[in-house]
């Protein structure tokens, strides 16, 4: 331990019986970003995107905006559960998401649109937030989850990593976690578990500012949640979440360290515009004043001014991309309004690979309560709309 | 080859790491030290530090690593050290490991094996004594296996390795050196959810799991009761058939185990047997377990564990009602 640099230099902070202590004032984190808030930039800081790309990177953030605002609405008349909008955090989830390949696993908080680019459906996420557990299905498919439980799946995504080590895969495996996330205790053990084992584990960390009503602030005695990573063993990088090509060259630059064994730890410094589901009231917790600020903040604005700059605007015909994403959205909806009606076998199936004999005996007693009494049906509301 | 029941671990992992080359090892002081109580003993240099890896100390994140390593495809069989230290992962049991398969309806499963050694009787301190194989067994998804012979060892050991679901793998660390037998040789595996009939009988049956076999052998053998003992092997799934078939033909019952009596796993049997044999009965049933305390730290703890004459007690209560 000794031969390590951080054990030879002499904490700054001295105090009065000469004790060194290391504070976090010895310590700078610099937020990476590209394009800055007025839209100024240096070219030569863009990374190598094609015009294309570029222009990807833009209809991904617009769709993520639309298919927020379309599940926000269709919940307000009583098509859906509830759902988590992601509105003002385009940038940090789309920046992000595009750096991925089929081979590498995500796994995510607040992010839905990454599931699309991955090839999921957006009838697979209004399925999701209707409770229907197809949507979990098709996501696996694309080597994808969502994880409720906030922090739980750090520790899978390094059990993820860890089997691609073992298969010595071209590949990463990634957590999306959210600022709530780093106060939990498997987080802390996911992190360090990819830390100690040089696991290719990315988690990178949308730092959206709440965890539901409580400030990050206080939520940890930490400046940034980028600095915790040190304490792992691993590296970190801390980018303007509202910047998409900065959070973009962050996630992909961390993905190279990544593939050789180095976990990388993304702090994205973003804001959650919207509620943090539908059943909550946000104006209970923060100001407005507070919200316009970061609405003045918009990645998609930002984003809009750069393509200008660039030249790549007139490439760009908005009204069409989000006509585009609405007919997407109504025919997801109506695909999804089809459902048929559920059995209850199905809440027995893949509870186990084989049915154990108990559980047989529980589903048959109750298929022939539901077949000797029809009034059971009056209790047994079917949703499919959630 | 004659080997203890710690021994017929190692000789599983020894078989199962083998045979697939998916099965991982891991845990605290797996590897080098071959752990604690020498269950992976030589497998390191056997198998490799790719395969078998000693892990920080770090419940949720082995139990959580070997989940996302089997939904990726691997095998993981880890180790957590004492039972005691497991409830730190339990989240990970219930929130993850258990639902991986219902939550994407087949697409991904986590077929993982979770060993631990369990209950009291060896003289150590707080959190090395839990019996909490209720807890684990209330837990949809995952099966729980208690086995309290060396070749059932091996055998159920080896089932659970390769069985699609995840298993915890509860070892009864009290009599982890005291019974030593002719290990079956090779490929052996016992199905999980099938109880063994240790000794027949027709006077009352006496239903055991784990370190509460040896005590409740002992207990019939030195009676002469002719008690059919039937030691249950897996908690989850539960083989009510064997049970309900012998208490149809003794009419009476006696559960012995070594958790807390309230909502035991004999709660559950009691309530089984009422379900399929009630007017085959005689006398209630009775229960001889561990009090609803903490176990007792260890200058105690022989007062809340099973003895032979307490569980002697139970059989007669159960045959004079």
């Known amino acids: 331990m000794s031969d390590r640099e951080s054990d030879r230099r002499v904490p700054s902070a001295v105090g009065d019986g000469g004790v060194g202590l290391l504070t976090q004032a010895d310590l700078s984190v610099p937020t990476h970003q590209i394009v800055d808030p007025d839209g100024s930039y240096d070219p030569e800081a863009v990374p190598d995107l094609s015009a294309e790309e570029l222009c990807d990177l833009y209809r991904w953030m617009v769709t993520d905006r639309v298919f927020s605002r379309r599940m926000v609405n269709i919940q307000r008349r009583g098509e859906l559960g509830t759902f988590g909008s992601t509105r003002g955090q385009e940038a940090s989830i789309i920046g992000s998401a595009f750096t991925l390949e089929p081979q590498d696993w995500?796994?995510?908080?607040?992010?839905?649109?990454?599931?699309?680019?991955?090839?999921?459906?957006?009838?697979d996420m209004i399925h999701f937030?209707?409770?229907?557990?197809?949507?979990?299905?098709?996501?696996?498919?694309?080597?994808?989850?969502?994880?409720?439980?906030?922090?739980?799946?750090?520790?899978?995504?390094?059990?993820?990593?860890?089997?691609?080590?073992?298969?010595d895969a071209d590949a990463v495996a990634t957590a999306y976690i959210g600022d709530g996330a780093t106060s939990t205790g498997a987080a802390h053990e996911g992190i360090n578990l990819a830390g100690a084992l040089s696991l290719p584990a990315l988690f990178f960390c949308q730092n959206n500012q709440y965890a539901i009503s409580l400030n990050v602030e206080e939520q940890t005695g930490a400046k940034t949640l980028a600095q915790k990573a040190l304490a792992y063993g691993i590296d970190a990088i801390r980018v303007d979440g509202q910047d998409v090509l900065a959070v973009y060259d962050a996630v992909q630059t961390a993905k190279e360290r990544v593939k050789d064994g180095k976990p990388v730890f993304v702090e994205s410094v973003t804001y959650r515009l919207d509620a943090h589901t539908t059943s909550d009231d946000p104006t209970r917790y923060r100001d407005e004043e507070e919200v316009q600020e970061w609405e003045a903040k918009d990645p998609i604005e930002r984003y809009r001014s750069f393509l200008q700059s660039e030249g790549l605007w007139s490439r760009i015909d908005h009204e069409s991309i989000v006509d585009d994403i609405e007919t997407e959205f109504d025919e997801a909806l109506a695909t999804a309004d089809e459902l048929e009606e559920r059995r209850v076998r199905e809440l027995f199936a893949h509870v186990y690979d084989e049915l154990p004999s108990e559980l047989s005996r529980q589903l048959e007693a109750f298929e022939a309560l539901l077949e000797e009494r029809p009034e059971m049906d009056d209790y047994i509301e079917q949703r499919p709309k959630g | 080859m004659q080997a203890t029941i710690v021994q017929a671990v190692n000789e599983a992992l020894h078989g199962a790491m083998e045979r697939d080359d998916r099965v991982v090892v891991f845990g605290e002081d797996v590897a080098e030290s071959g752990g604690v109580f020498r269950a992976t003993d030589e497998l390191l240099e056997e198998f490799g530090s790719d395969r078998v890896v000693d892990t920080p100390l770090s419940e949720i994140a082995i139990v959580?690593?070997?989940?996302?390593?089997?939904?990726?495809?691997?095998?993981?069989?880890?180790?957590i050290q004492f039972s005691g230290f497991l409830p730190p992962a339990f989240d990970q049991l219930v929130t993850n490991t258990s639902r991986i398969r219902w939550r994407t309806r087949?697409?991904?499963?986590?077929?993982?094996?979770?060993r631990m050694p369990y209950g009291a009787g060896v003289r150590a301190l707080e959190h090395h004594s839990e019996s909490l194989e209720g807890a684990y067994a209330h837990i949809p998804g995952l099966k729980v296996a208690?086995?309290?012979?060396?070749?059932?060892?091996?055998g159920l050991l080896t089932a659970a390795i390769r069985d699609p679901d995840p298993v915890l793998f509860m070892e009864p660390k009290r009599i982890y050196r005291s019974i030593r037998e002719e290990l079956p040789e090779g490929d052996h595996e016992v199905p999980l959810g099938e109880a063994a009939v240790r000794r027949e009988g027709d006077a009352v049956t006496v239903v055991?799991?784990?370190?509460?076999?040896?005590?409740?052998?002992?207990?019939?053998?030195?009676?002469?009761?002719?008690?059919?003992?039937?030691?249950?092997?897996?908690?989850?799934?539960?083989?009510?058939?064997?049970?309900?078939?012998?208490?149809?033909?003794?009419?009476?019952?006696?559960?012995?185990?070594?958790?807390?009596?309230?909502?035991?796993?004999?709660?559950?049997?009691?309530?089984?047997?009422?379900?399929e044999a009630l007017m085959y009965l005689e006398a209630p049933i009775e229960r001889v377990t561990g009090f609803d305390t903490q176990v007792p730290l260890l200058s105690m703890e022989d007062f809340y564990l099973p003895h032979p004459p307490r569980i002697l007690d139970?059989?007669?209560r159960a045959l004079t009602a």
């Open chain 2, 146 to 154: 208690v086995p309290s012979t060396p070749a059932d060892t091996k």
């Open chain 2, 314 to 316: 139970g059989i007669e």
């Open chain 1, 106 to 123: 995500l796994y995510v908080g607040r992010a839905w649109t990454p599931m699309f680019m991955r090839g999921a459906s957006m009838t």
């Open chain 2, 64 to 79: 959580g690593g070997a989940t996302g390593m089997a939904m990726y495809g691997y095998r993981p069989v880890v180790e």
């Open chain 2, 106 to 114: 087949g697409e991904l499963t986590a077929p993982m094996v979770v």
């Open chain 1, 129 to 167: 937030w209707r409770g229907i557990e197809t949507a979990q299905q098709s996501f696996a498919k694309q080597n994808s989850q969502i994880a409720i439980s906030i922090g739980s799946h750090v520790p899978l995504v390094a059990g993820l990593a860890w089997g691609m080590q073992l298969d």
């Open chain 2, 208 to 275: 055991a799991w784990g370190a509460m076999m040896p005590p409740t052998l002992e207990a019939v053998d030195d009676s002469g009761i002719d008690a059919e003992v039937i030691d249950l092997r897996t908690i989850s799934p539960m083989d009510t058939e064997t049970v309900v078939e012998s208490v149809k033909k003794t009419g009476r019952c006696v559960v012995v185990h070594e958790g807390p009596r309230t909502l035991g796993v004999g709660s559950e049997l009691i309530a089984r047997i009422n379900d």
